[in-house]
């Protein structure tokens, strides 16, 4: 799980205590975190979190992003609003793994509410992990993201 290049993260009050956990597990394994909150419990709107960690994986202060809110849901919504962003709603390893392997997806989506800690934990490893497949899942991500081009 260990790369140079941050992971940023991203919650609403939902999702800030799966986000800890993640940010810990994240830290122990070496790896750079830019979290860019929410930082507590009170009540937030979770596009504000999806915009900050979208423009963080643009302009490339981070390779990936997490975002966690009650479900995953509204932030991925928000999140893919972004092009460029490909933000995968994951309810598990299999699909955060697929998520990359076939979507070159760039952000990760979960659901502190319907994901538990361990499941997730699983889940952000399995997504770091693999690569993009490539062949012929370049074509589907071109018409994505028309400016696609593959990364190291
Ligand atoms: C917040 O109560 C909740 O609506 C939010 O975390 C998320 O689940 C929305 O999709």
Redesign the pocket.
Known sequence: MTASIPVALGS????VGLKATLRAALEEAGHPVLDLGTDGPE?VD?PDFADAVARAVLDGRARFGVLV???????S?AANRHPGIRCALAQDATTARLSREHNDANVLAL???VTGPEVALDALRAFLATPFAGGRHERRVRKLTPDWSPRP
């Open positions: 609403d009050h939902a999702g009540s979770y809110c009650g479900t995953g849901i509204g932030i919504i659901g502190a509410r």
